[in-house]
């Protein structure tokens, strides 16, 4: 089975970065920069990883888990922000009440780090 990790982040360096790494590790990779362009791919890439930015212009990482838990996602979603790691926290616990599989992480993350959440 491919793995395959779909990444919405309004950052694009931080999507280039994720993605080289998830490379790296044989992963097929979809970089999204924002929550429409997220939910188109996201049932076309079938991803087994999601990486999802909680603070977006667009729209807010809650709302994205709200619509992952809609479509009964089963994807590993790694919750990550580069504000208050409470966001991301909070926002990792509200996705499990949602029944995901949600884990959360502080930008920015090292490469070594990054392999293990994704690993």
Not at 68 to 89: D, F
Request: with cysteine; glycine share 8%; aromatic share 8%.
């Amino acid at each position: 089975m491919t793995q395959r990790i779909l990444v919405v982040d309004d950052e694009p360096e931080f999507g280039t970065y994720v993605g080289e790494v998830a490379r790296g590790l044989g992963y097929e990779v979809e970089i999204t920069t924002s929550a429409d362009a997220f939910m188109q791919a996201y049932d076309k890439f079938d991803p087994s990883i999601v990486m999802l930015d909680v603070v977006m212009p667009d729209i807010d990482g809650i709302e994205l888990l709200k619509w992952l838990s809609e479509r009964e996602c089963t994807a590993k979603i790694i919750v990550v922000t580069g504000y208050n790691p409470s966001y991301a926290s909070m926002a990792t616990t509200l996705g499990g009440k949602q029944g995901l599989n949600t884990l959360n992480a502080k930008k920015p993350i090292s490469v070594q780090d990054l392999r293990e959440l994704i690993g």
